[in-house]
């Protein structure tokens, strides 16, 4: 509990408000606050998406605070101090960063050395592109709150990933590109059950199978709330 113009039983300094009868900076100093000595972000080289939580994701801001995201939840820290930002200052492997504290209402910042790398790569599905293997997407579309449909998909789909390689989040919706046709359906059809989405197929060929004489085709199954 904070008290109010007491003096720091560490180093004596009168502040306004204390943690556990220490100013803020001993009490940061008293509890540890575990930072990552090392992380590495990975970037596809060719779509810029960024691997998140075991997932490709195309996301809409800036790269540099997606790592700080990353680099954040990493950290382990006492219920008493909150993480207002990380500021990624420098990328490399003699790098730092830039942590700034919320201890129950004392803002503070501290910089700390950490080995940050960015390893560019290309996601499972510009890979596929390249081997020209067929691969299927599912569209997530909506008319209604978008906000609200996201992050319902998200969530659900977090239950699925061994089935999907890839996420892309739009204005009005997601695409989702699963590892194969029969993971594709059967994501499909779930959602339409569960969710009471309306479900339409199409496909576009792509190639030639000459081993079966028949064409390849890509296949994009839209998923649609109304």
């Known amino acids: 509990m904070a008290l109010k113009g007491k003096f720091c039983a560490k180093c004596g300094i009168e502040a306004k408000n204390l943690v556990n009868n220490t100013c803020a900076e001993c009490f940061l100093e008293l509890h540890e606050v575990k930072i990552p000595k090392s992380k590495e972000f990975k970037l596809c080289s060719k779509c810029g998406s960024i691997l998140v939580d075991h997932f490709w ?71 596929a592109d390249i081997k020209t293997e067929n691969k ?30 890839k996420i892309s989040e739009l204005k009005k ?16 059809r779930h ?7 309306h479900m339409s197929e199409s496909r576009e060929e792509y190639s030639w199978n000459r081993a079966k004489g028949r064409p390849k085709y890509k296949s994009t199954i839209l998923l649609k709330k109304k």
């Open 57 to 127: 994701v195309t996301v809409g801001k800036q790269n540099r605070d997606v790592y700080s995201d990353q680099v954040k939840k990493a950290m382990r820290f006492p219920d008493e101090i909150k993480i207002v930002k990380v500021d990624l200052i420098k990328i490399d492997t003699l790098g730092s960063i830039e942590v700034t504290y919320d201890i129950q209402g004392n803002i503070l910042s501290k910089e700390y050395p950490c080995n940050l790398k960015v390893q560019k790569q290309l996601c499972p599905i510009c890979k």
């Open 173 to 188: 919706g997601i695409d989702v590109t699963a590892i194969s046709r029969p993971s594709s359906t059967k994501l499909a």
């Open 191 to 197: 959602f339409k059950q569960k969710y009471g989405l």
């Open 136 to 165: 299927a997407k599912l569209q997530f579309r909506t008319t209604q709150d978008a906000e609200k449909f996201i992050s319902e998909m998200l969530e659900e789909l977090s239950h699925f990933k061994k089935h999907i390689v």
